[in-house]
């Protein structure tokens, strides 16, 4: 059974001998291992390491492994072969979700998709397609608070491991952020920091930019401003129109955010301050 180990802590000597050492007196075979420090010295560490297990136990590896953590004061976490539970948010735009859907059906994200919710119902129908459950939670003025704690509600129900704003166009608000640290992905359709805010590709178009793109990042309080996990670009010209740029623009989203959330659900990210060490 394939494990993996996520390592973030300062920098020091010894430490990726104490890791191997660890994994092959408990009998793992390490697969893949991978590393980051931000200095020469005094820095941080970042590492990530795939491993078969041997006939330990994974409470038992993680039991052995606290040992290793408190002498380096290491953040980190051990899984084995866990499918994450991701819920899916969005509005009226379809074709991040549809993406979503569609690899999630061949194979090619490893996850489970055990409910959409959406501000609007006009998606319904192509959650039903694909055999997902909906839910319509509408927004107003006056149930905005109200609406935000039945989503982290139904996400708790359904035991949801992490969340991706496919096109959601609600700001989430710091409670419901905060119960979910770096646990949801949004996709904008900007390559920030340029042109963040609602309509970015109308921004493009008055700049007259020679580049658009799109951004996959974690949700924080700060709008669009939160660590950034994926990043794209195509190359337009004064010939496309506003809706040209859109239907380009909507090409890479759903890139972007694909590779995004297969990178979370890997395990590959680990987040520093506002950035993101990705262990591609």
Known sequence: MTARLLIHCPDQPGIVAAVSGFLTQQ????IHADQHATAKSGGEFFMRIEFERGRASGEILRGAFQAIGD?????????????KRMAILVSKYDHCLLDLLWRQRRGELEVEIPLIISNHPDLQKDAEFFGVPFYHLPVTKGNKQEQEQRIHDLMVEHRVDFAVLARYMQI????LVGKWPNKIINIHHSFL?????????????????????????????????GPIIEQDVVRVSHRQTIEELVRLGGDIERQVLARAVRWHVEERILVYENKTVVFY
């Not at 009998?27 to 390490?30: A, F, K, M, P, T």
């Not at 989430?172 to 409670?175: G, V």
């Open 71 to 83: 002498q380096f004061s290491m953040d980190w976490s051990m899984s084995f072969d866990e499918v």
């Open 27 to 30: 009998g793992c075979n390490i």
């Open 172 to 175: 989430l608000s710091p409670e």
């Open 193 to 225: 920091p340029a042109f963040i805010g609602a309509r970015p590709y109308h921004s493009a178009f008055q700049r007259g930019v020679k580049i658009i793109g799109a951004t996959a990042h974690y949700v924080t309080n700060d709008l669009d401003e």
